[in-house]
């Protein structure tokens, strides 16, 4: 079981930044891939970006890369989601994800099994 929490989500100008936190608890943190998602009002949740258990591998969807960081701190049992030069069209709940399976970075929400609540985050124009 991996239990996780996500912080850090807001309203922010386009341009500006955010940093959105996921806090996990449960199974050792270093043990899992760890994977961001979002959906916007009316669609499907989509991938973003996810980590692999050491950091070394990372890889996102095509929209955000360039302005999307994922990170981890298997110490603090956190992975981040820096997001600068924020666009309007950005805007969407965004859940954290854990995959379980030692394998490269998975794109499909069918692939990981733990999620959190969500995080907010509302970019205005």
């Known amino acids: 079981q991996v239990q996780l929490v996500e912080s850090g989500g807001g309203l922010v100008q386009a341009g500006g930044s955010l940093r959105l936190s996921c806090a996990a608890s449960?199974?050792?943190?270093?043990?899992?891939?760890m994977g961001w998602f979002r959906q916007a009002p009316g669609k499907e949740r989509e991938f973003v970006a996810a980590?692999?258990?050491?950091?070394?591998?990372?890889r996102y969807v095509d929209s955000v890369k360039g302005r999307f960081t994922i990170s981890r701190d298997n110490a603090k049992n956190t992975v981040y989601l820096q997001m600068n030069s924020l666009k309007p069209e950005d805007t969407a709940v965004y859940y954290c994800?854990?995959?379980?399976?030692?394998?490269?970075?998975?794109?499909?929400?069918?692939?990981?099994?733990?999620w959190g609540q969500g995080t907010q985050v509302t970019v205005s124009s």
């Open positions: 994800a854990a995959d379980t399976r030692v394998r490269p970075p998975r794109t499909g929400r069918e692939d990981y099994d733990y």
């Open positions: 449960g199974r050792t943190f270093s043990t899992v891939t």
């Open positions: 980590i692999t258990r050491s950091g070394r591998n990372t």
